[in-house]
């Protein structure tokens, strides 16, 4: 595989990692007796994040707290791009090497959670305020990493300003 075809392939495969955790994501908000994503979801939601940026000794074997929220990232991001990894090896290690120190070293406080990460990065990036928007309103804001799949399926909310009221399954 030549250089210009690995990234044109590793780019393909991120849109579609982030495309199948977004839906995963949006799925997972469903308040349903049947929803097993939205029970297990919901710990992710209870989760109190202190001030440490150190990631902590469970983390690096992909353990965050509980069994639940553990579960939660391995289906919503872990699994998809697993499928990839076996569907097609060299971007889909890239990507999921890419996860592993991700989640280990950066979702927690120092990106995602971090209230203190707003603005212009925010538009693009789904990291700081633009994710704990999603946790004061979660019927928004459903992406990971990137915030493209919120604008195509007009889910973005941004403070105070909404471009879509609806979500699936109704209101949450």
Not at 70 to 93: Q, R
Not at 136 to 159: A, E, G, P
């Amino acid at each position: 595989m030549s250089y210009l075809g690995f990234v044109f392939s590793l780019i393909f495969y991120f849109m579609i990692w982030t495309l199948c955790s977004y839906w995963i994501h949006r799925i997972a908000h469903i308040p349903h007796k049947r929803n097993v994503l939205f029970k297990i979801h919901q710990a992710h939601h209870k989760v109190q994040y202190g001030e440490s940026y150190a990631p902590s000794l469970g983390s690096f074997f992909f353990w965050f707290g509980s069994w639940k929220a553990s579960l939660d990232v391995w289906i919503s991001l872990t699994l998809p791009v697993v499928i990839i990894a076996i569907i097609d090896p060299v971007p889909g290690v890239t990507l999921l090497i890419f996860h592993y120190f991700y989640e280990v070293f950066f979702s927690s406080n120092v990106l995602d959670h971090n209230p203190k990460i707003k603005g212009v990065v925010t538009r693009i990036f789904a990291i700081g305020q633009y994710h704990l928007q999603h946790h004061r309103v979660q019927r928004w804001n459903y992406s990971f990493f990137i915030t493209l799949w919120d604008h195509v399926f007009r889910t973005v909310k941004k403070s105070g300003k909404t471009t879509e009221n609806r979500a699936v399954g109704g209101s949450l």
